[in-house]
């Protein structure tokens, strides 16, 4: 079936910080690959997209590139802030419009 | 503009007790509507998904189950809660044209 895993967190940077969070998937197909994330008291929220492979999705500096070789969608951003702190979650379209989400990292950076 | 409603955001039950989580989307009509559960420390799981009304879909074998009445509503519901149902519930709607997921703000349940 389909499934997405990432790292385990916390991951903990300093402020100016290169991040990789990393993601990997099974899946029938070639499905849609998402990051959503979840700040501190706010709801989840989506990050970037890819819809096929070698896609790269980008927003606030942060990019994930779809790589169909590897069933990977890392997340990377080369310099973090203290104001990305928070849950990152992996997700890829599970058929029938379902999402299917990873476990989360949750991501701690420190000034 | 689309938005999405949940309530309530806090509630403390007794284990054996019934459970009503309500979810309601304004501003669009026949969405895809999604029920996650996130537990602690274990990420973000399907519970139920509708792709209309009366449409049921189940992720997973659970003490849950979730109804559609109306277009725009959607309902999670348990006759007797367990101890292990506790969990952060969110409520999601889908916009098919650009795949986006809105969540609603969620629902701490703490089953005691």
């Known amino acids: 079936g389909n499934s997405v895993t990432q790292m385990e967190g916390p991951v903990t940077l300093s402020e100016e910080a290169f991040l990789t969070i990393n993601c990997t998937y099974t899946?029938?197909?070639?499905?849609?690959l998402f990051w959503y994330v979840q700040y501190p008291g706010e709801g989840l929220q989506l990050l970037l997209k890819a819809t096929k492979a070698d896609d790269k999705g980008s927003n606030k500096g942060f990019e994930a590139t779809y790589r169909k070789e590897t069933t990977s969608f890392h997340l990377e951003k080369g310099s973090v802030q203290v104001s990305d702190s928070a849950v990152y979650f992996c997700?890829?379209?599970?058929?029938?419009?379902?999402?299917?989400f990873g476990a989360g990292t949750r991501l701690a950076v420190h000034p | 503009s689309q938005t999405i409603h949940q309530w309530p955001a806090t509630l403390v039950q007794p284990v054996g007790s019934p459970l009503s989580l309500e979810c309601t989307v304004e501003g669009t009509s026949n969405p895809n509507l999604y029920w996650y559960r996130q537990a602690a420390g274990r990420g973000l799981q399907l519970l139920f998904y509708?792709?209309?009304?009366?449409?049921i879909s189940s992720e997973v074998p659970q003490n849950l189950s979730a109804s559609r009445p109306q277009d725009r509503q959607f309902i999670l519901s348990s006759k007797k809660l367990l101890l292990s149902d506790s969990g952060f519930y969110l409520c999601a709607w889908r916009d098919s044209l650009n795949e986006k997921l809105f969540f609603g703000s969620g629902t701490q349940l703490s089953v005691l």
């Open positions: 509708s792709v209309g009304i009366g449409q």
């Open positions: 997700a890829l379209e599970g058929g029938y419009n379902k999402l299917i």
């Open positions: 899946a029938t197909g070639y499905p849609s």
